[in-house]
């Protein structure tokens, strides 16, 4: 598998609407495998479509630590059916690079999706992997966690980042 460019704020692919995926068929189980050694050599715990150029409904997570890392989720059409709680985390993401903020985010979900069979499956999560799966779902509706934080404190980051760019651009 190779390894995909991950996409990077402002580009415009992070703010669209994903699509459903109709049935996991082998291109897809092969980009999520991409997705998946991507998002490990970056190094993340989570990467969705759009973050690769791909608008489909699809997340790659592993939360998992020590000799466990390196089995990933990979969640085909995944959505929210029950959230409850409340925690606030220091997220980062790989779109949105050198920065990180406190987010408010469900202490537990459950999460339904399709796996890499394409059978259903049913997920409850708390901690890290609640988080997580938070955090790339919010990918498929084209919003960042940037958009989870103050206006003051986005703006502030947008500022910095157009700044970046046009500098490594000259």
């Known amino acids: 598998m190779a390894l995909l460019p991950i996409r990077t704020y402002p580009d415009p692919v992070l703010s669209q ?3 459903p995926v109709e049935a996991v068929e082998r291109h897809l189980v092969e980009l999520a495998e991409s997705m ?6 970056a190094p993340g715990i989570g ?3 759009p973050q690769v150029g791909e ?4 997340v790659v997570i592993d939360t998992s630590r020590g000799e466990e890392r390196g089995t990933p989720l990979f969640l085909f059409n ?10 606030v985390f220091e997220e980062g993401c790989l779109s949105v690079p050198d920065y990180t ?11 339904e999706a399709m796996d890499r ?3 259903p499956i ?5 901690g890290l992997t609640a988080i997580c799966l938070q955090h790339e779902l919010d990918h498929l509706v084209g919003r960042l966690f940037l958009d989870r934080i103050s206006p003051l404190r986005r703006a502030l980051y947008r500022k910095r980042r157009l700044k970046q760019l046009k500098k490594a651009g000259e």
């Open 47 to 49: 990467l969705a479509a």
């Open 78 to 87: 995944p959505r929210i059916m029950e959230a409850s709680g409340e925690t």
């Open 101 to 111: 903020s406190d987010v408010v985010r469900s202490e537990r979900v459950v999460v």
């Open 55 to 58: 608008l489909l409904n699809l």
């Open 122 to 126: 049913t997920l409850e999560a708390g």
């Open 117 to 119: 069979e394409g059978r």
């Open 36 to 41: 998946a050694e991507t998002m490990y050599a």
């Open 17 to 19: 609407l994903c699509q």
